[in-house]
């Protein structure tokens, strides 16, 4: 089941901070952050891991509440070079398959202004 | 540089003609999957191989077909394509094993496909 990102799109200016929601209604093993340009491939930006440590990406951040099954990315101080649609993906440890495959959050669009 | 990289970029068929796309990889990634990504959406698995384990998602049509003959190279054959599979079609790859869990993906530049 596709996870819930929030909000879907949003606007802001250079140097201002933004929060980005991912919610699942199933438990969740690991948690994606992905950033995609228009027209280009996604790029990983961290995973978040089920009682482990993050890692992370210039000046984004993010956290995984694993009780609420959430995850926020936080972008810090704003550049133009931060526009995209950011993905959230989530694993399913109970997922068939040897390999475990993400299922992609439905996308926020956020755009930034000088 | 090790990559993904997918041909062609841009790929126009006819609706019913059959289509190939290709994804290779440097990067010695034993997990290679083929998303779907329609305009404003977010990208859809349709299967992935694992080694050479093939694994097909529930929904994806049997109008898509997947090969990979080697390590390096995944095809997407679509058998008679439709106006509904006009999309961005991107290749990712993925290291496996016990720590492979947490691994990112690594994504192509993908191609995308204009059915007539």
């Known amino acids: 089941q596709q996870p819930v990102q929030s909000p879907q799109a949003v606007i802001l200016r250079e140097g201002e901070d933004a929060v980005i929601n991912c919610s699942s209604s199933?438990?969740?093993?690991?948690v994606h952050w992905y950033r995609q340009k228009h027209g280009e491939a996604p790029v990983f930006l961290m995973i978040l891991l089920k009682g482990g440590e993050q890692k992370g990406h210039e000046k984004i951040s993010a956290s995984f509440n694993e009780k609420k099954q959430q995850s926020s990315l936080y972008l810090t101080a704003s550049q133009l070079s931060y526009s995209g649609t950011y993905f959230c993906?989530?694993?399913?440890?109970?997922?068939?398959?040897?390999?475990?495959?993400?299922?992609f959050g439905s996308g926020t669009q956020l755009t930034v202004l000088p | 540089d090790a990559m993904v990289i997918q041909n062609p970029r841009y790929q126009v068929t006819q609706f019913g003609k059959p289509v190939t796309l290709s994804c290779s990889q440097t990067?010695?990634?034993?997990?290679m999957y083929w998303y779907q990504q329609k305009s404003s959406q977010a990208p859809k698995l349709l299967f992935h191989?694992?080694?050479?384990?093939?694994?097909n998602e529930a929904d994806t049509p049997d109008n898509f077909q997947s090969r990979r003959p080697n390590t390096s190279f995944c095809f997407l054959d679509i058998r008679s394509p439709g106006l509904g599979d006009a999309a961005m079609y991107l290749c990712a790859t993925s290291s496996s094993g016990l720590a492979g869990l947490y691994n990112e993906q690594f994504f192509g530049p993908g191609t995308r496909l204009t059915v007539l």
């Open positions: 199933k438990a969740l093993y690991s």
């Open positions: 191989y694992y080694d050479k384990d093939f694994n």
């Open positions: 993906g989530t694993r399913d440890p109970l997922s068939s398959g040897s390999a475990r495959q993400l299922t």
């Open positions: 990067l010695n990634h034993n997990v």
